[in-house]
């Protein structure tokens, strides 16, 4: 069978019903998305959410060695504050990254400026940016889009749409999910799309409940829910300067149980739509890894075949290539032993105990012609597990990557 | 400047004057290459080597966890002949991987007939296989193609060109670099352009010299030899299952110097035309590491820029976007502080010190315009050093890698 895949195939973004929730629906959170002038485009690039009250927080931020300024100054913002922030002032459109001394000066005006019109302690306000790097933020419009900001503040659904579309950037589609658990809400909004011009974009998300969660709790959940979200994603294994990821509780409602488990939901949820929005990408591939030696062996080992370029454009192709599949574990250095590999795609198994195994190649390209697909690795080396999304790798990706306008 | 990248552009494979000296110049050497009928297209596809005299050779191999039946036991084969080799027979169209114990038997039974017609031991026989993975070779075929070869043998230099049009796969033009130094001839010939259809495919190289080198004093030159050519090659970070570099020395000639520097450079520009052929690449560029705190951690950091999709499509779209080499420079482990760090493209400084450097970004995307760029990335860590090359990534690489008839 011939799997047909056309360069000229135009590339239709897909759309998602917005979500029940979103984070003004948590209680004492208002918000506001304006037109500040710093995006070409004169698409919303400023936006501010204000908690009525201090609210515990707990953020995880880049591992890249070249954080941009903004990241450097939230994390000390949360650490002298503990952990307690007033409100998080977002700009898109500039990453204010590789910005030396002055992107550091600009991060904190921008801070300052919104703790004045508070009137609260600098380091309860936590600053984001995102965008074009290497270029200084223009200062005047990014002031005058906090002080716009900062009066259009409203707790309504529609102000905390405004936020979502102001953090955007290269975004096809705005990125919410949502639940009801555990006596409380859940709600989530993020931006990201892999690193995409005109420089490279970031991963921003902002995830609350409205449920009592300690600063503490929400410390030790953290991780976890890290790992199994936003850390479980590839678009192109290129970790930005910029990258955020906060939570918070606003305290509002009794837990009635586990605030996890839905709080995981909506973080995998925000994960799977960044993942979907990839660079071009047609599918999410879920790529499960069990009977590793440990867990995070598992992760190192999804990730190295999710990382992929050959796995990536199979995928792409709708191409049922185990070959590439099971070559990529048995490149992962955290494998001990390969003996017993299975490989199961879309529920078919094409791989066991070293061979092949017959399978209709037509029906399962077919049924690999969706917006999921599922590949499982099962190792007999211990019981760790791990599961991580990649996008697939197609003509879109070379397009928004290299045409570029110098 | 708009960089234009079309879709439509035609793909033309580059290509490249024969080299004066092939693997039959060495002395002692006689070779063939014949149609056996494993490919479907009918072209070469069974290719031999023989030594009038056992001569030394050393070998490295996949590091793949999955080696194909080939790996294994030419791997067995040099450790009971002390590396002391009579013939290496060669088929490309079937890589014998992930075959099984038939596969084992498959590829003793090609040294095996080898071995009964020279006269020789099993283990002064080598195996390599390219091609489909998690197929049974046509052992009749192979059989048939292996007889012919040998009475095909030749020491003319079309007998080792031959024996190079038979150990290709989905290469598009034919490899092999040769020079004259230390009283010495040296010439290699080698196969890969990747992993790609119809499932993945293999490095092979094949480098010899007529000086007198000992099997010891190849084995010590060795893993230098490999580290700076093949093994610093990227094309899509996915080390196949039959991955194979054979080395040796027919001692026929006195050495006047040092043999390392002339291997060295064959095995440099073998290593310079796989990336160059890679998946429809349009440029090798070669990634300079400086400053880092070892070789190694040079060698993992310039890996690590070389296997971002993001700094390929930025290569292939001649995109001067520095922002993609810095940051992920930054996303290396190996990295102890990125302070100070330079990054110099085509000779041009774009980045120091934690900034970005004033330059004409249409000027360096016309120098980018090349066949041939260079990238260099300096940090304070230490002296250690390394550089690696890259293939570009562009659409061509998402239809050879995708556009897959199931």
């Known amino acids: 069978m011939r799997v047909s895949v056309s360069k000229s195939r135009p590339y239709v973004p897909p759309s998602f019903p917005p979500s029940e929730l979103t984070l003004t629906s948590l209680g004492g959170v208002r918000a506001a998305g304006v037109r500040a002038g710093i995006k070409p485009s004169g698409n919303p690039d400023v936006g501010l959410l204000v908690f009525d009250q201090s609210t515990p927080l707990v953020g995880v931020f880049t591992q890249n060695k070249l954080p941009a300024a903004p990241v450097g100054l939230s994390r000390e913002h949360l650490a002298r504050s503990g952990g307690r922030v007033r409100a998080i002032v977002v700009n898109s459109g500039n990453a204010n990254a590789c910005t030396g001394a002055r992107g550091d000066a600009d991060a ?13 302690a600098i380091e309860e306000v936590l600053v984001c940016s995102t965008g074009v790097i290497g270029v200084n933020l223009p200062m005047d419009r990014v002031a005058a889009g906090i002080d716009q900001a900062l009066t259009e503040l409203s707790p309504e659904p529609a102000a905390g749409r405004a936020f979502l579309a102001a953090i955007q950037t290269t975004d096809a589609f705005p990125k919410e999910a949502s639940t009801r658990d555990a006596g409380g809400m859940f709600a989530g909004v993020c931006k990201g799309a892999g690193m995409i011009q005109p420089d490279m974009a970031t991963m921003l998300a902002f ?21 199994a979200s936003f850390n479980a994603v590839h678009v192109d294994t290129h970790a930005s300067t910029n990258d955020t990821f906060l939570l918070f509780a606003t305290g509002r409602a ?4 586990d605030f996890r488990p839905p709080l995981s939901r909506v973080c995998r949820r925000l994960a799977w739509l960044i993942a ?38 199979a995928l792409f192709g709708n191409d049922p290539n185990w070959g590439r599949f099971v070559s990529q574990v048995g490149n992962a250095r955290e494998v001990r032993s390969i003996e017993g590999l299975r490989c199961t795609l879309q529920g078919i198994s094409v791989f066991e ?14 049924a690999m012609n969706v917006e999921d697909v599922h590949l499982v690795l099962e190792l007999r080396d211990g019981q760790g597990r791990a599961s991580v999304m990649t996008s697939d790798l197609g ?9 570029y306008t110098t």
């Not at 003509?395 to 290299?402: D, P, Q, S």
């Open 276 to 313: 979907r929005d990839g660079e071009g990408a047609t599918k999410v591939t879920t790529i499960d890894v069990r009977g590793a030696a440990s867990d995070e062996a598992a992760h190192a080992i999804a990730s190295h075949v999710a990382a992929s370029a050959l796995v990536r454009t």
């Open 207 to 227: 995830v609350g409940t409205d449920l009592v969660v300690s600063a503490e709790e929400l410390r030790e959940a953290m991780p976890r829910m890290a790992a």
């Open 254 to 257: 009794e837990r009635t149980g």
């Open 395 to 403: 003509y879109r990706y070379v397009e928004v990557n290299a045409e």
């Open 353 to 366: 105990n070293g061979g092949p195994m017959p399978f209709d190649r037509g029906a399962l390209s077919h």
């Open 108 to 120: 904190r005006a921008m801070c300052a400026r919104v703790a004045a019109a508070l009137g609260c």
